[in-house]
């Protein structure tokens, strides 16, 4: 996958979460887009509150990738990734 087209997927990905995204701040918490790989596997990084949870990974698979999936079906899935 090329720059643009690459840049153009995240674009879309980010306007995917925009719905769910007061859901996360109205929790103190937040979600960013940090990348997709070539065989569409979605990264986010849990921000806030969120980043801590102990249901984190309920809410990026029942809530992050079936949004995301909805508008984007070809998202093979999506995976959360830890600040270093």
Do not use: W
Not at 18 to 46: M, N, T
Not at 52 to 66: N, R, W
Request: proline letters at 4%; glycine letters at 4%.
């Amino acid at each position: 996958m090329g720059t643009q087209e690459k840049n153009m997927l995240l674009d879309k990905v980010r306007n995917a979460i925009e719905p769910i995204r007061p859901y996360l701040q109205a929790d103190r918490g937040d979600i960013e887009v940090v990348d997709i790989s070539d065989d569409y596997i979605v990264k986010v990084r849990l921000t806030g509150a969120c980043e801590h949870c102990d249901i984190s990974s309920m809410t990026l698979k029942a809530g992050v990738e079936q949004t995301i999936k909805k508008s984007m079906p070809f998202i093979a899935r999506v995976e959360e990734v830890h600040a270093c």
